[in-house]
Structure formats: structure tokens, C-alpha cells
């Protein structure tokens, strides 16, 4: 079955302790991006990969790195969490940057929680 | 710089009732849009979508039809169903940034 697969589903945490969100997928896709919801705000796009090794910044990247050593996982990594990182945050990939005929494929989400 | 406006909701029907939400947007040359559902603790689907002006994107008895004289998007449905509520986002793809852009989302709750 194609998935995309987040782990942990919800985690509560304290500031400051350096937390991962690991996100797989089997589809083979090359794109894959991570975005957080907040309410009244929709998702909003922290990090993307076009490819391996290959990353770039989305519109809120502030406390955030990533990286794409293989093509299947795009862990996300908040270094020293704050609360205003407290959020629902999604990975999704596609098959390519070029949405115009390949829809993004999301996870079911992480909720974060930061004391 | 590229933007999705779309209905505030909450939006509350009736089972069987018309649904409209209204999807506007802002970008350069000629982008895909899209309107993607998220059912209650899942990730988001994609809907449906439309590539260039005049397309119609249909699925599961909903639509919307890229218009680009009025820069809009706006999803309808003839019959709502209690199973349909969710909350919906309008995005578009490929305009000045080379990203997947989303409106604010609109809840829809159907009552019996």
C-alpha cells in the first residue's frame, strides 16, 4: 500500500530537548516536504527536497533542519524546541516538484506538544 | 507574492443540502489548483483538481471549475452527506514560487 509514514503520532516534550519526527515513504517519490498547521493559519511549508541531498527552505524555517540522505526518509528535526513550535506538522511527498499532474501524498500527522 | 483566499467557516448544512465554498487566488502566469480534504485526525487527500482555465475537477460528487477571468476555485456539492464533514483547503501550484500554496481551510460539519 502507498504511504507515507510519520512517527511519533503525538508527542508531548519540554523546551530544549532536541526531538525528532521521522517521515518514510515507499513510493519512490523524489519530493517530499513538511509543513505545520495552526489553526487560522492552514499548513504552511517549513522545509522541502526536490531530491537526495538536495533541501531547501519554505516559509517558516526558523528551529527547524532536515535531511535527505536517502529518498524514502525525511526526518525533521527541532534542535531546542519552544512552545511556539507547539503544532500539527504533516510530511508529504509527490513524485516531483511538478505538482501539475502528481498530487502530494500527506501522512496522517504529528501533533507536538512543547512545554 | 502568490496567495489562496478562501471562506472562513465554520460551515453548517443539513444532510442533502447545496454546498458552495468559495476559493479565490492571486498568482502569476498560470497555476494548478487544487482542493484537498482532511478527515478528523487523518492527513490531507487530494479532492480534485484542474490544471489550466476552464477544467473542471470532479470526485465524489463534488466540483469546481478553474475560472481564471475571476480567479477562482469554489467547491460545490449537489447533496451534501453527513460523511462529508471535514475540513477543506483550496491550494494552487505553480505561480512565482515553486511550491504548493493553501488557503486557511474551511470546516464543514453536515447534521442529520
Known amino acids: 500500500e502507498a504511504q507515507v509514514t510519520q512517527n511519533p503520532r503525538y508527542l508531548i516534550t519540554v523546551t530544549g530537548k532536541k526531538l525528532t519526527v521521522t517521515c518514510s515513504q515507499n513510493m519512490n517519490h523524489e519530493y517530499m516536504s513538511w509543513y505545520r498547521q495552526d489553526p487560522g493559519l492552514g499548513l504552511r511549508q517549513i522545509y522541502y527536497?526536490?531530491?537526495?541531498?538536495?533541501?531547501d527552505k519554505g516559509d517558516v524555517p526558523e528551529g527547524y533542519k532536515v535531511s535527505r540522505k536517502e529518498k524514502r526518509n525525511f526526518p525533521l528535526i527541532l534542535e531546542s524546541p519552544s512552545p511556539n513550535q507547539t503544532s500539527l506538522y504533516f510530511c508529504?511527498?509527490?513524485?516531483?516538484?511538478?505538482?501539475?499532474?502528481?498530487?502530494?501524498?500527506f501522512g496522517d500527522g504529528t501533533r507536538l506538544s512543547i512545554l | 507574492g502568490d496567495s489562496v483566499t478562501q471562506m472562513e467557516g465554520p460551515v453548517t448544512l443539513s444532510e442533502e443540502a447545496f454546498l458552495t465554498i468559495n476559493c479565490t487566488y492571486t498568482?502569476?502566469?498560470?497555476?494548478?489548483l487544487f482542493w484537498y480534504v482532511q478527515y478528523p485526525g487523518e492527513g490531507l487527500q487530494l479532492l480534485l483538481k484542474?490544471?489550466?482555465?476552464?477544467d473542471k475537477g470532479s470526485n465524489k460528487g463534488f466540483e469546481a471549475t478553474y475560472r481564471k477571468e475571476t480567479t477562482s476555485f469554489h467547491l460545490e456539492k449537489g447533496s451534501v452527506q453527513v460523511s462529508d464533514s471535514a475540513v477543506y483547503f483550496c491550494?494552487?501550484?505553480?505561480?512565482?514560487?515553486?511550491?504548493?500554496?493553501f488557503g486557511t481551510g474551511t470546516l464543514l460539519a453536515v447534521q442529520p
Open positions: 508529504a511527498s509527490s513524485f516531483s516538484g511538478g505538482f501539475g499532474n502528481q498530487p502530494q501524498h
Open positions: 527536497s526536490m531530491n537526495v541531498e538536495v533541501t
Open positions: 484542474a490544471t489550466k482555465a476552464d
Open positions: 491550494a494552487l501550484y505553480g505561480g512565482a514560487t515553486n511550491k504548493l500554496i
Open positions: 498568482a502569476t502566469g498560470y497555476p494548478s
